[in-house]
C-alpha cells in the first residue's frame, strides 16, 4: 500500500470518497501482535437499520457466517504479518442494501483472553485498489474481551467511516446480543455433554471457559464521541464454547444460533469404490492435463480452466475477487485478449471481468507455471494498459508465494494518473487452499459446483499442470548449505537472506496445505517486536542461519495446544517436528504422564516425548515405546520439581535437492509436519481456554 494514511482518534470520523474516487469496495483490516505468537480473536461484522439493529440474525456475519449472499459482506480470513497477523474483511459498499445505515466491524476474544493481552491493535481500511486510507489504533482494550473497532455508515449518498474504539466485557456474546442477535444459550448444555463424555474427571477438567454465563449483563466501556448501541438488556446467553473438529466421542456438536440453514454441498474425502477393471483404466477427466507438453501451453490451459471454473461457481469467483477489491456482481471471465500497446498489441493471459449496476470492474490476469518466474517489463506494460483504459487491477498468478515487503516484481505507478490500477498476486498454492476449503468443508450451493471445484482441484495437483505451488528454495540454496559444512558462510551475506525468505514462503504454503485439509486456520507464528520491519526481522533470522545452521518455523493451528516448531538443522541434515503440550492444572503428575502415553497409543513409537520442568535445567526424556510399559519415567527424580509440560517431537532425514522431487527438501518439510499432525497432534486435547467449534457445513458459509 502507497500513499497517506489518515491516522484516526477515537470518536473521529472521515468521508470515504474525500479519501479516494474508488471506494465502492473497500477492505477493512483488523490486525494485532501477540507477545507470545499465540495470542489471537474472530472478527464480526454486523448489518444495523435505523433502529440500531440487525434485521434479522443473518445480518450477524462471524466465524460459522462468513459470506453474504448478496457479496456484500465477506470475512477474507487471517494473513501473516511481519508481527502476528490480520482478519480481512471485504466490503461490497454498493451492494449493501438499501435499509441497512451501519456496519459495525468487532472483534472478541474466547475463553476468558482479553485484548489487554495483545499489542498493535488497530483498524486499517484500504480502497478497491489497495490504497490504504485510514488508520485506528486502540490503545486502551484492557481487561475488555469484544471490541468494537470502528463503524461504516450512511450520510445521504456517501458512506463515512468512524472511529470508535468500544470495549465489551460480556465477548461476543454480548456484542451480538445487544444489537439484536438471538444468541442460543447452549453453554450450559455444552459443559454437562462435557462431564458425561469421560469417566475419567481429571481428563476432563478445565473444559467449562471460566465465566461462562456468569456475567449478568454487558458491563462495557462507553465512549462519548461513539453511538452506544441500542437494547441494553440484560445478556444471560452466551455462544457455545469453539470447539476443535476432533471432539471427544459422545459430544453432541449443537450450532450456535443465527443458523442460516441453506442446504451446503460437500464431498467426502475417501473415494467411492470404483468400477474399473484394473488401475490402467483412468477416470474420465473434465480437465485433462495428461498430454501437456511446453510451458506456454501449461499456461494457456491453466488460465483457462481457473477462470471458466470461476466463470461458473459464484462461491468460489467470489472467494478469490473480493480479495482484491471487485464488487459482487455478474462475472465473465476472457483469455488471449489482444490488447492494443505501441507498435504490437499484448495479449494478457486473460482477463476478469464483473458488472453491477452499469459499472464495470476488469482485471488483466497474468499467469506463470512451473519455476517461470515474472517479467517486470511484461507486468510494466499490462499497468500502463489498464491505466490507460481505466482498468482495475492487473493479477499475477504464479507458484510463487509473496511476502509482506517484499514484492515479486517491481513496477513503477505513475502517481499523477487520477485513475489508480492495483496490482496483486496469487499463488495457484492459494487458488487450490480455496477450492479445497469449499469442497471438503464450507460447502458450495449445488453438486455440480462441487465436482467441478473437484476437478479444478485435481488439475493443479497434477504434476503435469505445473500449479503445484512454491517448489524451488532457489539458487542459492545448494552454496548456502555447502558454507554452512565447512563454516564458510558469514553474516551478512545476501544468498544466506535469500533461503531465509524462500522458508517464509515454504512454511506460507504448507499452512495453505494442511489448513486445507483440516479446515482450520493454519498460520505461520511470528514472533517481532512491535513496529519490527519485514526486512529487519529477515536479516536477523538470516543472521541466525550462518551463526547456528538452523531455520525454524512455527505453526498455529486451531484446537491444537500448542504452537507446532518445525526446524531444519542443515548441519546434521534432521528435521524436527515438535509441539509442547502444557501440564493440566489439576491432578497428580504420574497421572498425567500415564494419560499422555495413553493419549499416544497410536503415535509412532520414536516419538521422543521430554518432560518440562520449572527452571531446573532439562526433565526425562525417551522414546514412545521406552516409554509406554513404564510412563513414570517421565516424573523427575526430585519429586518436589515442578513439571510445566511435555515436549513431544519427532526426527527424520532432510531432503537435500533444492526443488520439489521426492528426495528435496521442500517434499520432506510438507511430509514432515503432515506426519506430526495426523499421528501425533490430532491425538492431544486442547487446552480448554482454546476451544473451538467445527466449522459448520450446512449452515456456516449460507447466508440464509
Known amino acids: 500500500m502507497g500513499g497517506f494514511v489518515q491516522q484516526m482518534v477515537k470518536g473521529a470520523n472521515a468521508t470515504l470518497t474525500d ?17 507470545t505468537g499465540e495470542g489471537d480473536a474472530d472478527v464480526s461484522v454486523l448489518l444495523l437499520d435505523s433502529s440500531g439493529k440487525v434485521r434479522s440474525d443473518g445480518d450477524f456475519y462471524f466465524y460459522n457466517h462468513p459470506v453474504a449472499a448478496d457479496g456484500s459482506v465477506q470475512l477474507l480470513g487471517k494473513t501473516p504479518t511481519a508481527n502476528g497477523s490480520e482478519d480481512r474483511i471485504s466490503f461490497d459498499l454498493s451492494a449493501v442494501p ?11 476474544r474466547y475463553e476468558g483472553s482479553s485484548f489487554g493481552e495483545l499489542d498493535d491493535v488497530r483498524i486499517t481500511l484500504a480502497d478497491a485498489a489497495g490504497e490504504g486510507l485510514l488508520r485506528f489504533a486502540v490503545d486502551d482494550a484492557d481487561s475488555v474481551t469484544a471490541v468494537i473497532f470502528g463503524e461504516l455508515y450512511r450520510r445521504g449518498e456517501a458512506w463515512k467511516f468512524r472511529a470508535v474504539g468500544q470495549g465489551y466485557a460480556t465477548g461476543l456474546a454480548g456484542l451480538a446480543t445487544d444489537f439484536g442477535v438471538d444468541i442460543e444459550d447452549d453453554a450450559a448444555a455444552e459443559a454437562q455433554a462435557d462431564m458425561e463424555a469421560g469417566a475419567d474427571a481429571e481428563a476432563e477438567a478445565g473444559t467449562v471457559p471460566a465465566g461462562s454465563g456468569t ?16 437494547g441494553q438488556g440484560l445478556m ?4 457455545a464454547p469453539r470447539r476443535p473438529d476432533s471432539q471427544a466421542e459422545g459430544v453432541k456438536k449443537r450450532a450456535a444460533r443465527p443458523r442460516t440453514a441453506k442446504k451446503k454441498v460437500t464431498l467426502p474425502a475417501t473415494v467411492k469404490n470404483t468400477l474399473a477393471e484394473n488401475d490402467s483404466w483412468k477416470t474420465a477427466r473434465l480437465f485433462p492435463v495428461s498430454v501437456l507438453k511446453s510451458d506456454r501451453d501449461r499456461e494457456m490451459r491453466a488460465t483457462s480452466v481457473l477462470l471458466s471454473v470461476m466463470a461458473q461457481v459464484p462461491e468460489f469467483s467470489r472467494r478469490l475477487t473480493a480479495a482484491f477489491g471487485a464488487p459482487a456482481g455478474r462475472l465473465e471471465t476472457f483469455t488471449e485478449v489482444s490488447l492494443p500497446h505501441g507498435d504490437s498489441p499484448r495479449r494478457p493471459d486473460g482477463v476478469i471481468r464483473v458488472e453491477r ?9 497474468e499467469t506463470k507455471t512451473n519455476g517461470n518466474v515474472l517479467k517486470a517489463e511484461q507486468v510494466q506494460a499490462y499497468m500502463d494498459i489498464a491505466a490507460r483504459r481505466g482498468y482495475e487491477a492487473v493479477i499475477t498468478l504464479t507458484n510463487d508465494v509473496a511476502l509482506e515487503g517484499s514484492p515479486l516484481v517491481d513496477v513503477k505507478i505513475d502517481r499523477r494518473r487520477k485513475h489508480k490500477v492495483a496490482l496483486w ?27 467441478l471445484l473437484q476437478e479444478l482441484l485435481h ?23 555447502n558454507g554452512i559444512d565447512d563454516e564458510t558462510l558469514c553474516q551478512g551475506d545476501a544468498r544466506a537472506l535469500e533461503v531465509v525468505e524462500n ?9 495453505l496445505r494442511l489448513g486445507g485439509e483440516l479446515g482450520q486456520k493454519v498460520l505461520p507464528v511470528q514472533r517481532a517486536r512491535r513496529g519490527t520491519d519485514p526486512k529487519e526481522r529477515r536479516d536477523r533470522l538470516a543472521d541466525q542461519l550462518c551463526l547456528e545452521g538452523r531455520l525454524q518455523a512455527e505453526l498455529r493451528i486451531d484446537g491444537t495446544p500448542g504452537v507446532l516448531i518445525v526446524s531444519a538443522d542443515l548441519r546434521t541434515g534432521k528435521l524436527r517436528t515438535a509441539i509442547d503440550v502444557p501440564a493440566p492444572e489439576q491432578g497428580y503428575p504420574l497421572s498425567w504422564t500415564k494419560r499422555l502415553v495413553r493419549r499416544l497409543e497410536q503415535a509412532p513409537a520414536d516419538l521422543h516425548v521430554e518432560t518440562l520442568v520449572d527452571g531446573a535445567g532439562p526433565g526425562p526424556r525417551g522414546t514412545l515405546e521406552r516409554l509406554r510399559p513404564e510412563p513414570a519415567d517421565l516424573l523427575p527424580k526430585d519429586s518436589a520439581t515442578r513439571i510445566t509440560g511435555f515436549r513431544l517431537s519427532l526426527i527424520k532425514g532432510m531432503g537435500s535437492g533444492r526443488g520439489n522431487a521426492e528426495t528435496g527438501f521442500i517434499r520432506s518439510v510438507d511430509d514432515a509436519v503432515h506426519r506430526f499432525y495426523t499421528t501425533v497432534v490430532v491425538h492431544l486435547d486442547a487446552p480448554a481456554g482454546r476451544r473451538r467449534p467445527a466449522k459448520q457445513n450446512a449452515a456456516a458459509s449460507a447466508s440464509g
Request: hydrophobic share 45%.
Open 503 to 511: 522458508w517464509e514462503r515454504l512454511i506460507r504454503q504448507v499452512c
Open 357 to 365: 449496476a452499469g459499472k464495470l470492474w476488469t482485471a488483466l490476469v
Open 236 to 239: 444471560n446467553a452466551v455462544p
Open 425 to 451: 498476486h496469487l499463488s495457484w498454492a492459494e487458488v487450490a487452499h480455496q477450492a479445497q476449503m469449499l469442497i471438503r468443508h464450507e460447502g458450495v450451493g449445488n453438486a455440480a459446483h462441487a465436482w
Open 19 to 35: 479519501l479516494s474516487d474508488d471506494v465502492g469496495s473497500v477492505i477493512v483490516s483488523l490486525g494485532w501482535a501477540s507477545p
Open 459 to 481: 488439475y493443479l495437483q497434477h504434476e503435469n499442470s505445473g500449479c503445484q505451488g512454491f517448489q524451488n528454495m532457489g539458487p542459492s540454496w545448494v552454496p548456502v548449505r
Open 215 to 230: 456475567q449478568a449483563g454487558p458491563e462495557r466501556q462507553t465512549d462519548a464521541a461513539a453511538p452506544v448501541p441500542a
Open 98 to 108: 438499501g435499509e441497512v445505515e451501519r456496519i459495525v466491524v468487532a472483534a472478541s
